[in-house]
């Protein structure tokens, strides 16, 4: 049902916890299955991911997709973090069951979720 590196990252999540010194965090919920990802980001002032940890309640796809997610960004400028979809996270891991793509949809939208924030507060100390 899932490919080795949904299992991987699921029994070996990468970057999980939460970031004291975040500037940026998204969380998102699927209340439909009751999965809720949480994502905390460390974005220095060139607008680079420096560090990006994650809190997942929730299946082995919604834990597998966010430690992906994770990985995929961290040390990467926010602009390009926000090309990530959820489709690139799915074959990142190797696919997802049709029933579990939702799960990457939840990273990928935390993700965005937090960017979002990082930019209002920056632009808010702006003015």
Not at 28 to 37: A, H, K
């Amino acid at each position: 049902m899932y490919s080795e590196k949904v299992m991987d990252h699921f029994q070996n999540p990468r970057n999980v916890g939460e970031l004291e010194d975040a500037n940026a965090v998204g969380e998102v919920g699927n209340p439909t299955c009751g999965d809720i990802i949480k994502l905390y980001l460390k974005i220095d002032d060139d607008d680079m991911i420096k560090d990006i940890r994650f809190r997942t309640f929730g299946c082995g796809a919604a834990v597998a997709t966010s430690s992906m997610v994770t990985e995929l960004v961290k040390g990467k400028k926010i602009d390009e973090a926000l090309t990530l979809s959820r489709d690139k996270v799915a074959e990142a891991l190797g696919g997802l069951p049709a029933t579990k793509m939702h799960c990457s949809n939840l990273a990928t939208e935390a993700l965005q979720d937090a960017i979002e924030e990082y930019r209002k507060d920056k632009n808010a100390k702006k003015n």
